[in-house]
């Protein structure tokens, strides 16, 4: 059963071949199995699922089914799950119980999903490795010594290693598309404002998004249309319908433009990471599509401006983790001072507070202009960059990370290395666009993505382009020796 997709064990629900409970069982079995040589969740719901199982069986009987009813799925550490530990990866929350939802589980818990766990993740969603988990790395199951990807690095391991047919992930720069890259699996990060924030422990605000990984674009067409919609809990979703991502999955490709940016194919690709998605383009071609070069001249500042930018708003956001409210407390505070820089200090990890100080820096008075807003201005640029780039093409390609899956500890002492890793990710971030990463091949046993962006709201077009490729190629059939 762990071989299916999420649209094969659908259907196997609805013609009664296995129960939800039995599918339920035997990927708690798996997890039992498997997860103590990944580390991909840090907390296993076995019971609750078995239960959620078993209502999911019985709405089936009813008749009430729909696609996504009893099959099981993965949540990230990072939304809100009400009576389960929540810990965005940190020592700060190791103890705090969820006592509401996030929209996200709320609405897949609405479409009878099971959830078997909560996966493993950089703290606060801050890296691109999993290493900085409270919890440690994860494991790439393609490969036990190099990294998974983050910051949703345990969903991506998971789903790749089969201990789950889906998984919800965040996208703050790249977390949902770098982890699904480097582990041969499929992401989407929507359009900002496209699904709910609410419940979703918030890392920056103006960039985080919440999307579905699995293992094809069908999957996570099917869980994007169960988590995507307007929410009036959060302020900047976005009220606009939901269309029938799975009616446009077939759509033919001929005709589409597609655009080549040239500043995604220099310096710093990797070249073997560079012909695997040089065939996946000519494979585009074969579909129909035709390629244009283009450029996003800003894309170098990219980088730079993140790390302002989303600094900034996590120091802002992170000030509610002081010791008073929830969280982590340090033992005996002599004052209220004490309390404060006790709890914070042993709460977070050392990338966190790297990120705090960069952030409270950027944003104090004297520097406000010359890095926060500066920063701003160049996220207008990028924005335009890409306006202009969707007034001449339907989609843009390129590779979703410049090398494969690198070896556990080789970038973690060099934090600005490790930034790098998402420099064909983050700007889409900046701009808010909606963007898919998809497995395109291997070097050596490492998997290789290429990322599909499109303009806003063009999910729909996004998941067709990524499953005409998937009809025609069998990289994200393939499933990693060990866990087979
Ligand atoms: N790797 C980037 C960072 O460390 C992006 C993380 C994310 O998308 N959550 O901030």
Redesign the pocket.
């Known amino acids: 059963m762990h071989e299916k997709t999420i649209a094969q064990l659908s259907a196997g629900l609805a013609v009664g071949h296995f129960s939800s409970e039995e599918l339920t069982c035997a990927f708690l079995d798996r997890i039992a199995r498997f997860n103590s040589s990944l580390n991909a969740f840090i907390t296993i719901t076995a019971e609750s699922a078995l239960t959620q199982a078993r209502a999911a069986d019985e709405r089936r009987r009813r008749g009430e089914a729909g696609p996504l009813t009893g099959v099981p799925i993965a949540h990230k550490d990072i939304f809100c799950t009400d009576g389960v530990r929540t810990s965005c990866g940190s020592r700060m929350l190791d103890r705090f119980i969820a006592p509401y939802n996030a929209t996200v589980v709320e609405k897949l818990n609405a479409a009878g999903t099971v959830m078997l766990g909560k996966t493993n993740m ?1 703290e606060f ?4 490795s999993n290493e900085t988990s409270f919890y440690g790395p994860v494991r790439n199951p393609w490969d036990l010594e190099a990294v998974p990807g ?2 949703s690095g345990g969903s991506a391991a998971a789903v790749a290693a089969r201990l789950t047919p889906g998984a919800t992930g ?6 949902i598309r ?1 982890p699904a890259a480097l582990c041969g699996i499929t992401g989407i990060k929507p359009t900002y404002g496209r699904v709910s924030r609410w419940g979703m422990i918030a ?1 920056a605000s103006s960039l985080d998004q919440g999307g579905p990984m699995a293992r094809t674009a069908e999957d996570c067409a099917l869980l994007l249309g169960a988590m995507a919609g307007f929410d009036p809990r959060d302020s900047t979703s976005v009220d606009r319908p939901v269309p029938d991502y799975i009616a446009h999955l077939d759509q033919p490709l001929d005709g589409l433009k597609v655009g080549l940016p040239k500043e995604y194919f220099g310096e710093g690709l990797d070249r073997a990471v560079a012909q695997a998605v040089e065939a996946a383009i000519a494979e585009y071609r074969q579909l129909g599509a035709e390629m244009v070069e283009i450029s996003l001249p800003n894309s170098h500042l990219a980088i730079p401006a993140y790390y302002v930018v ?1 600094p900034a708003e996590c120091s802002s956001n992170l000030a509610r983790f002081d010791g008073v409210r929830y969280g982590h407390r340090c033992e005996d505070p002599k004052d209220l001072l004490d309390l404060y820089t006790r709890s914070r200090g042993e709460g977070f990890g050392a990338e966190v507070k790297r990120r705090i100080l960069v952030g409270t820096f950027a944003l104090s008075a004297g520097y406000y202009d010359a890095y926060y807003l500066k920063a701003q201005q160049i996220r207008r640029l990028i924005s335009e960059d890409f306006r202009r780039a969707f007034a001449q093409v339907d989609v843009i390609m390129g590779p979703t990370s410049p090398t494969v899956a690198f070896n556990l500890g080789e970038k973690a002492d060099d934090p600005i290395t490790m ?1 790098l890793s ?1 420099i064909y990710t983050i700007a889409v971030n900046l701009a808010g666009l909606p963007s898919l990463s998809l497995p395109v091949g291997f070097v050596g046993q490492r998997p290789v993505g290429l990322q599909l962006i499109g303009d806003y709201f063009a999910e729909d077009r996004l998941l067709n382009i990524a499953h005409r490729y998937q009809q025609v190629s069998d990289w994200h059939q393939r499933t990693p020796a060990a866990f087979a």
Do not use: K, L, N, R
């Not at 969603?125 to 691109?128: C, F, I, L, R, V």
């Open positions: 950089d969603a801050m890296g691109s983050g910051s965040t996208d703050t720069g790249g977390s770098q890392y989303a930034y998402d």
